[in-house]
C-alpha cells in the first residue's frame, strides 16, 4: 500500500494542470528542505555565538563576565518561549490567506529582526534601551521561525518509500551541522582578523548582515515551491493542511507531548554541544577561541556525517529503536562530560569531536520520530509543535542552565542535565511503544 501511495505521489508530482508553474520533483523538495533549514539555523547559530564573544561586552559591559553571559542566554532562549506562539499564529494566517503568506511574512520578520540586530546600538549608545530592543528582537525570532514551518520534511517523510523513511527523515536535520559549520567559520575569520576593538564594535554586525542576506535567499527557493500547484496539490492528498490548535491540543495533546519528550535527549545535547562549550572555553580556560571555533567547525563536519549516517541506520533498524539506542549513547557519554571539559586542550576536544558525532547520529531522526501518531488531519500542526516544545523543553535553558550550575557548583551538572534528557527519551519512547501495541491489540 505504501508503494502504491508512493507511486501515485510521485506521478502527481510531475503532471501539473498549469503550465505556467513549473513542476516540482521530489528531488527539488529535497532542496527546499536544506536550504530552508540550512538558512535558519545559520541564523540561529550566529545569534548563539554572539551571545558569548559579543552580546556581554555590548549590551552587558556592566557586569562581570560571566553573569553577562548568563544574560545574554536569557534572552538567547525567549525566542524558544515565543516560538509555540508563533506556530500557532501561522497557522491562523495560513488558514485565512495562504501558505504563501504565512511564509514570507515568517521569513522577512525573520529577516527583518535580523537585520535590526545587525544595526542596534550597544549600551553605550541606548543604556537600558538596548536590552530591551535587543530581548524584543530575539523575540520576534522565535515568533519567526514558529511561521516558517512549511511542510516541506512531512511531505518527504510521507512520501519516502517504506525502506528509506529514515534516510528522507534525516535531510532537514543536515541543515543544523551547515548551518553551524558557516556561522563558526564566519566567526573564526572576523575573530581572528580583526582587533577586539573593530571586532566588538562593527566586526560581528557583518554576520548577522550575512544572516540577513541568507534569508532572502532562502525565501524565494521556498516560495518558488509553495507558490506551485503541484505543491498544494501534494500536501492536499496527503491532508497536510493547518488545523486548529485548540482542537488540536484536545484531540492528540498526548501525541504532541510525547513526541516532544521522545527527541529531548537530542535537543539536550544540542546546546551542550554548540554553544555552551564556547562559553566555557571562554571563561574558564586558555584555549584560543580562534582555534576552538576550528574545532567546532571540523565537530560540524562529523556531526553532518553523523547525521547522514542516522538515515542509513534507521532504515534498518527503524527510526524509534535507533532514537533509543542513541538516548542509551548520550546517557554514557553524559558520564564522560565532567572530565573531558575539564582535561585541558585535549579533553575539550575530544568532548567537542565524539559530541558532534554522537548529536548527529541522534540528531538526524529526533524530528518527527513519532509524528505517524498523529492522525492525518493533524499532522501538518502536530509535527511543527512537537517540534516547538521539544526546542522548548530540551533546548531553550540549556546553555544557561548547564553554564550557570557548572560555575557555581561543577561540570557534574552538565552530565546530570544530559542524562535527565536521555532519561526522559526512553520513558517516551517506551509510553509511545505501549500506546502502539495497546491500540494494535484493540
Known amino acids: 500500500m505504501m508503494t ?29 528542505v536544506v536550504i530552508g533549514r540550512a538558512s ?21 559591559p556592566f557586569e562581570n563576565r560571566l553573569d553577562g553571559v548568563l544574560l545574554a542566554f536569557t534572552i ?38 535580523t537585520a535590526g540586530i545587525a544595526f542596534l546600538p550597544g549600551y553605550a549608545g541606548l543604556g537600558t534601551a538596548s536590552i530591551v530592543l535587543l530581548s524584543i528582537l530575539r523575540v520576534a525570532q522565535g515568533l519567526a521561525l514558529g511561521g516558517s514551518w512549511d511542510g516541506l520534511p512531512s511531505l518527504l517523510a510521507l512520501n519516502a518509500p517504506p525502506n528509506r523513511r529514515g534516510w528522507y527523515a534525516m535531510l532537514g536535520q543536515l541543515g543544523a551541522p551547515l548551518g553551524f559549520f558557516m556561522a563558526s567559520a564566519l566567526f573564526a575569520y572576523l575573530y581572528s582578523s580583526l582587533s577586539m576593538e573593530d571586532f566588538l564594535d562593527w566586526g560581528w554586525r557583518y554576520t548577522f548582515y550575512v544572516a540577513f542576506a541568507i534569508n532572502v535567499v532562502a525565501l524565494f527557493a521556498r516560495l518558488r515551491l509553495v507558490s506551485t500547484n503541484e505543491y498544494d496539490r501534494l500536501l492536499e492528498a496527503r491532508e497536510l ?9 484536545g484531540s492528540q495533546g498526548y501525541n504532541i507531548a510525547i513526541g516532544a519528550f521522545a527527541a529531548l535527549a537530542s535537543y539536550a545535547l544540542f546546546h551542550l554541544i554548540t554553544v555552551f562549550p564556547l562559553s566555557w572555553i571562554s571563561l574558564f580556560s ?38 533509543g539506542s542513541l538516548a542509551v549513547l548520550i546517557a554514557v557519554f553524559s558520564g564522560f562530560a565532567p572530565t573531558l571539559l575539564d582535561g585541558g586542550k585535549l579533553g575539550q576536544d575530544v568532548f567537542i569531536l565524539l559530541g558532534f558525532l554522537i548529536l548527529g547520529l541522534s540528531y538526524g531522526q529526533a524530528a ?18 512537537t517540534s516547538d516544545l521539544a526546542w522548548l523543553i530540551g533546548a531553550a535553558f540549556a546553555p544557561l542552565v548547564a553554564l550557570g550550575l557548572s560555575a557555581r557548583f561543577g561540570l557534574g551538572y552538565v ?23 495497546r491500540a494494535d491489540n484493540d
Do not use: W
Not at 518527527?368 to 509543535?385: C, D, P, Q, S, W
Open 4 to 32: 502504491t501511495a508512493h507511486t501515485e505521489i510521485t506521478e502527481t508530482l510531475h503532471e501539473g494542470s498549469d503550465s505556467s508553474h513549473s513542476h516540482v520533483t521530489p528531488s527539488e523538495i529535497a532542496v527546499g
Open 40 to 60: 535558519e539555523y545559520f541564523d540561529f547559530f550566529v545569534y548563539g555565538i554572539a551571545s558569548v564573544l559579543v552580546f556581554p561586552a555590548v549590551f552587558f
Open 76 to 113: 538567547f532562549s525567549f525566542a524558544f518561549i515565543a516560538r509555540p506562539f508563533g506556530t500557532v499564529i501561522s497557522m491562523a494566517v495560513q488558514r485565512r490567506f495562504g501558505r504563501e503568506a504565512k511564509l514570507t511574512m515568517a521569513l522577512f520578520l525573520l529577516g527583518i529582526s
Open 241 to 249: 493542511q493547518p488545523t486548529n490548535v485548540a482542537e488540536l491540543i
Open 286 to 323: 586558555t584555549q584560543s577561541i580562534s582555534e576552538f571555533l576550528v574545532v567546532q567547525m571540523v565537530g560540524a563536519v562529523l556531526g553532518a556525517v553523523g547525521t547522514v549516517a542516522s538515515g542509513l541506520i534507521a532504515d534498518r533498524m527503524g527510526r524509534r529503536n535507533t532514537l
Open 368 to 385: 518527527g520520530a513519532v509524528t505517524a501518531n498523529f492522525e492525518k488531519k493533524y499532522r501538518y500542526t502536530g509535527a511543527a509543535l
Open 415 to 437: 552530565s546530570v542535565y544530559l542524562l535527565s534528557g536521555a532519561l526522559c527519551t526512553l520513558v517516551a519512547l517506551y509510553i509511545n511503544r505501549a500506546i502502539l501495541e
